[in-house]
């Protein structure tokens, strides 16, 4: 049986095992979220300038809302452009590539600018495509898109309904895109930990699969291996009964019978028994502290029940006190009327 202080250490160490399991595990959970939100926010953002996209193609091309005839673009060096719409005078707009964009660029920016001017973005068109990007990518999140100006940060059209909550500003979820050089639109996003969770299905039932299992190992190791090694302790080390039977031999107290060679050994002298006592001893060490029926001791020894042979059996029986008498803890006990008994 496991002593009481190692029974102590291994709670000790299954239980530090099951919470280092524990820390790994919830360490694994977080990393994977992390991994998962990620994703999530990539496929937004992807549905996000599809959506944007598809909402332009809805609006007059460039080549329709501007005449190319009334444009003049003056170059004055390198990147150095001017480009100017001329119009009524009234109407006329300049634009001066003062930022340092490349002409490519900053002519891009110019046509995109001259299309918001004349059929601006329709915010709400957008919030309705960009819903149909994500219920086909199956991403059940709330959003509101919102232009705002980019150096005031002022927000100057949103789809919010009337009435409706505006949802807490977190940069790591809102996308944001520019129109102008003035203007951006950006879509303010609500991903509840659920969302990154029914994607995490497949893992976090692993997860609580191996969690459980570990846990029922370390289960079995407190609660079942103490049983074992009790069993094991039996077998090595079993309860010796007094007196012992070793290879057919007997220790009664500090004597030693060997029914076979008809000895009884003890306080530095060997007795050599005859048949009889031997054969008596033998029934008395077999039955030790049990009653041996003395009609069984006739029976097996003299076949008979008689009269004469009682006595014979009475004066072995005294023969054999005699002959154990130097351990005063050994006795063999008369049961009136019903026979002997080996006791020490």
Same mark, same amino acid.
């Given at each position: 049986m496991l002593s009481y202080k190692k029974q102590i250490h291994l709670f000790l160490f299954a239980l530090a095992g099951s919470i280092s399991l524990l820390i790994l595990q919830?360490?694994?959970?977080?990393?994977?979220?992390?991994?998962?939100?990620?994703?999530?926010?990539?496929?937004?953002?992807?549905?996000?300038?599809?959506?944007y996209q598809k909402e332009q193609t809805y609006r %007059?091309?460039? $080549?329709?809302?501007?005449?190319? *005839?009334?444009?003049?673009?003056?170059s004055c060096g390198s990147e150095e452009i001017i480009i100017i719409r001329k119009c009524p005078e009234a109407d006329t707009i300049v634009y001066q590539n003062i930022s340092g964009h490349s002409a490519e660029n900053f002519i891009n920016r110019v046509f995109l600018d001259?299309?918001?001017?004349?059929?601006?973005?329709?915010?709400?068109?957008?919030?309705d495509l960009f819903a149909g990007m994500l219920h086909d990518r199956d991403i059940?999140?709330?959003?509101?898109?919102?232009?705002?100006?980019?150096?005031?940060?002022?927000?100057?059209?949103?789809?919010?309904?009337p009435n409706k909550k505006q949802p807490e500003?977190?940069?790591?979820?809102?996308?944001?895109?520019?129109?102008?050089?003035?203007?951006? %639109?950006?879509? $303010?996003?609500?991903?509840?930990? *659920?969302?990154?969770?029914?994607?995490?299905?497949g893992v976090l039932i692993c997860t609580i699969?191996?969690?459980?299992?570990?846990?029922?190992?370390?289960?079995?190791?407190?609660?079942?291996?103490?049983?074992?090694?009790?069993k094991e302790d039996d077998i090595i080390q079993p309860v010796e009964p007094s007196p012992q039977l070793r290879?057919?031999?007997?220790?009664?107290?500090?004597?030693?019978?060997?029914p076979g060679k008809n000895e009884l050994t003890g306080f530095d002298e060997s007795i050599q028994l005859n048949k009889k006592e031997n054969s008596i001893l033998y029934a008395l060490c077999v039955k030790q502290g049990n009653v041996v029926e003395r009609n069984a001791l006739l029976e097996?020894?003299?076949?008979?029940?008689?009269?004469?042979?009682?006595?014979?059996?009475d004066t072995y029986l005294t023969t054999l006190r005699k002959y154990l008498k130097k351990d005063p803890t050994i006795q063999i006990v008369t049961v009136k009327g019903v026979g002997y008994k080996l006791v020490y």
């Open positions: 919830l360490v694994w959970v977080c990393h994977t979220y992390q991994m998962e939100h990620q994703q999530i926010m990539n496929n937004i953002r992807d549905a996000f300038n599809l959506a %007059i091309p460039v $080549v329709d809302i501007v005449n190319l *005839g009334a444009i003049t673009i003056q001259l299309r918001e001017h004349i059929v601006p973005l329709n915010i709400y068109c957008l919030a059940p999140i709330s959003f509101v898109i919102e232009r705002f100006d980019i150096k005031t940060g002022k927000i100057l059209e949103t789809s919010l309904l500003m977190n940069h790591s979820n809102t996308i944001i895109s520019e129109i102008s050089d003035k203007e951006a %639109i950006r879509a $303010v996003l609500q991903i509840t930990p *659920g969302t990154v969770f029914a994607r995490m299905a699969s191996l969690a459980v299992i570990a846990l029922l190992c370390v289960v079995f190791l407190c609660c079942y291996q103490p049983t074992q090694q009790r290879n057919n031999t007997f220790f009664i107290g500090q004597y030693y019978f060997d097996e020894n003299w076949g008979s029940l008689g009269v004469v042979y009682s006595r014979s059996l």
